[in-house]
């Protein structure tokens, strides 16, 4: 059995993220389902024929003969053939667990950092050259608002222009040709919802030439970039996709060509930023991922009937879900089916005070939730983003992406029943009208 596990292993390392004979494979998990692509990514066993894959916990490899470490280095032998230098580099561990993220994404490969931001700002880095340009969206994470406004245009004169996506003509006028390097945009915005029609911006971006990125970490599952166009597809691991709100991580997906170059010994924005995941992480982050769809599922459903429900008691919310939102239809066309519109809601309390009083309603009287940043956590995660994650941002900048200052982002978890839940909601939402009647 044993023995087995291991020929098996042997045999599928050829079969890894550079090889040739992958490539008709990993055209056909293009079109695919992501469920179904997962379902087709090789299963690695443990080295004693476990069921689970061993973690390759090593910093370092060793060689039988001296001259295959000048092979190594020379870039002769790789992981395609199972020969890794320095887990800096690549790791077995890690490349697995960028596997199953390029198999979900259905991108040609893939590889996992340690956190999202490090996974947006090396592959930006890699991308661009100093002197180059981005045109991004004006409603993003707050962090890559920062990076791409103030630490960029500093530290590596890459400055970018922001657009507002839905305007495909704003952002085909502010790209610089032979300057302009990237088109970036989320997929569903952070906190705004709102949703990139990413086959016209792929479309737009890729006539002048230009990388289009997108940050999925809103919609793993619901929504497939590069299926839709995208040529690289960046995650935060430590929101939906690990679940666990327990682990920092993040993930660069796309063509084996460009993972292969952020690797580079001489030139790779991984190996010499050095933003490295550690093998034991990526060995947890691989046990959750099989599970990821259903939890997408339940977020979304969650999601949806409190977004309806909540529109229903005269509550101003914002859900892709619903049929009044301005990109229900553009997120229908685009969305994997199944795992429904996200597991995202925003509420406007249009005040900051507002919205403090009904989150300390929700999580002090009631327990519908916990009022902390992030998302994809079971349990309910809330915020006011624009005095919190988007808070990078000027109050004109917050203006601009979509965000009033009382907005509540929501990220709905799934403990307990849906109904335990909404009494609860509800509850809360009866004792802020007691004290504060809705203008
Ligand atoms: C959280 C987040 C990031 C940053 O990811 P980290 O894992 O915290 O570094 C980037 N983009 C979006 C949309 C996010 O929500």
């Given at each position: 059995?044993?023995?087995?596990?291991?020929?098996?292993?042997?045999?599928?390392?050829?079969?890894?993220?550079?090889?040739?004979?992958?490539?008709?494979?990993?055209n056909?998990?293009?079109?695919?389902d992501p469920?179904a692509?997962?379902?087709?990514?090789?299963h690695?066993f443990?080295?004693?024929?476990?069921?689970?894959?061993?973690?390759?916990?090593?910093?370092?490899?060793?060689?039988?003969?001296?001259?295959?470490?000048?092979?190594m280095?020379?870039?002769?032998?790789?992981?395609?053939?199972?020969?890794?230098?320095?887990?800096?580099?690549?790791?077995?561990?890690?490349?697995?667990?960028?596997?199953?993220?390029?198999a979900m994404?259905?991108?040609?490969?893939?590889?996992?950092?340690?956190?999202?931001?490090?996974?947006?700002?090396?592959?930006?880095?890699?991308?661009?050259?100093?002197?180059?340009?981005?045109?991004a969206?004006n409603?993003?994470?707050g962090g890559t608002h920062?990076?791409?406004?103030h630490?960029?245009?500093?530290?590596s004169?890459?400055?970018?222009?922001?657009?507002?996506?839905?305007?495909?003509?704003?952002?085909?006028?502010a790209i610089?040709?032979?300057?302009?390097?990237?088109?970036?945009?989320?997929s569903?915005?952070?906190?705004?919802?709102?949703?990139a029609?990413?086959?016209?911006?792929c479309?737009?971006?890729?006539?002048?030439?230009?990388?289009?990125v997108?940050?999925?970490?809103?919609?793993?599952?619901?929504?497939?970039?590069?299926?839709?166009?995208a040529?690289?597809?960046?995650?935060?691991i430590?929101?939906?996709?690990?679940?666990?709100?327990?682990?920092?991580?993040?993930?660069?997906?796309?063509?084996?060509s460009?993972?292969?170059?952020?690797?580079?010994?001489?030139?790779?924005?991984?190996?010499?930023?050095?933003?490295t995941?550690?093998?034991?992480?990526?060995?947890?982050?691989?046990?959750?991922i099989?599970?990821?769809g259903?939890?997408?599922k339940?977020?979304?459903?969650?999601a949806?009937v409190?977004?309806?429900?909540?529109k229903?008691?005269?509550?101003?919310v914002?859900?892709?879900g619903l049929?009044?939102?301005p990109?229900?239809?553009?997120?229908k066309?685009?969305?994997?089916m199944?795992?429904?519109?996200?597991?995202?809601?925003?509420i406007?309390?249009?005040?900051v005070?507002?919205?403090?009083?009904l989150?300390?309603?929700?999580?002090?009287?009631?327990q519908?939730?916990?009022?902390?940043?992030?998302?994809g956590?079971?349990?309910?995660?809330?915020?006011?983003?624009?005095?919190?994650?988007?808070?990078?941002?000027?109050a004109?900048?917050q203006?601009?992406?979509?965000?009033?200052?009382?907005?509540?982002?929501?990220?709905?978890?799934?403990?307990?029943?849906?109904?335990?839940?909404?009494?609860?909601?509800?509850?809360?939402?009866?004792?802020?009208?007691?004290?504060?009647?809705?203008?």
């Amino acid at each position: 059995m044993a023995e087995n596990a291991v020929a098996t292993r042997k045999r599928c390392g050829t079969n890894d993220i550079v090889s040739d004979g992958d490539v008709k494979r990993k055209n056909a998990a293009r079109d695919m389902d992501p469920a179904a692509a997962l379902a087709l990514t090789r299963h690695e066993f443990g080295e004693h024929g476990g069921v689970n894959m061993s973690i390759e916990a090593s910093a370092t490899f060793t060689v039988m003969e001296p001259e295959t470490l000048r092979r190594m280095f020379a870039g002769e032998l790789g992981p395609d053939r199972d020969f890794f230098i320095y887990s800096r580099h690549f790791n077995p561990t890690v490349l697995n667990l960028g596997r199953q993220m390029a198999a979900m994404e259905g991108t040609e490969a893939a590889y996992c950092t340690a956190s999202g931001m490090s996974a947006i700002s090396s592959v930006l880095l890699q991308l661009c050259s100093s002197g180059g340009h981005v045109v991004a969206s004006n409603t993003l994470y707050g962090g890559t608002h920062a990076l791409l406004s103030h630490f960029f245009p500093r530290t590596s004169n890459i400055n970018t222009t922001f657009v507002d996506i839905d305007d495909l003509e704003s952002v085909e006028s502010a790209i610089v040709e032979g300057k302009t390097k990237v088109l970036y945009f989320e997929s569903v915005a952070n906190p705004s919802l709102k949703v990139a029609n990413i086959p016209e911006l792929c479309r737009v971006g890729h006539a002048k030439g230009l990388t289009v990125v997108v940050d999925n970490t809103f919609a793993p599952m619901v929504i497939s970039p590069a299926r839709l166009g995208a040529d690289v597809v960046v995650h935060s691991i430590s929101k939906f996709i690990s679940g666990g709100a327990d682990i920092i991580a993040g993930a660069v997906c796309g063509p084996a060509s460009l993972v292969n170059s952020m690797m580079d010994l001489h030139q790779g924005a991984l190996m010499l930023l050095g933003p490295t995941m550690n093998a034991k992480v990526a060995f947890e982050l691989s046990e959750r991922i099989p599970h990821l769809g259903l939890r997408m599922k339940e977020h979304s459903h969650r999601a949806l009937v409190f977004a309806t429900r909540l529109k229903k008691l005269g509550v101003k919310v914002i859900y892709p879900g619903l049929e009044e939102h301005p990109q229900h239809q553009l997120l229908k066309s685009m969305a994997n089916m199944e795992y429904g519109y996200g597991g995202l809601l925003c509420i406007d309390m249009e005040t900051v005070d507002r919205a403090n009083k009904l989150m300390s309603l929700l999580q002090n009287d009631v327990q519908f939730g916990f009022m902390a940043v992030s998302l994809g956590y079971y349990e309910t995660l809330m915020s006011c983003s624009g005095s919190s994650t988007s808070s990078e941002m000027t109050a004109e900048e917050q203006r601009t992406a979509g965000i009033s200052p009382g907005l509540i982002r929501m990220s709905i978890g799934y403990i307990g029943t849906l109904e335990q839940k909404w009494t609860q909601m509800e509850k809360a939402l009866t004792r802020f009208n007691d004290t504060h009647p809705i203008p």
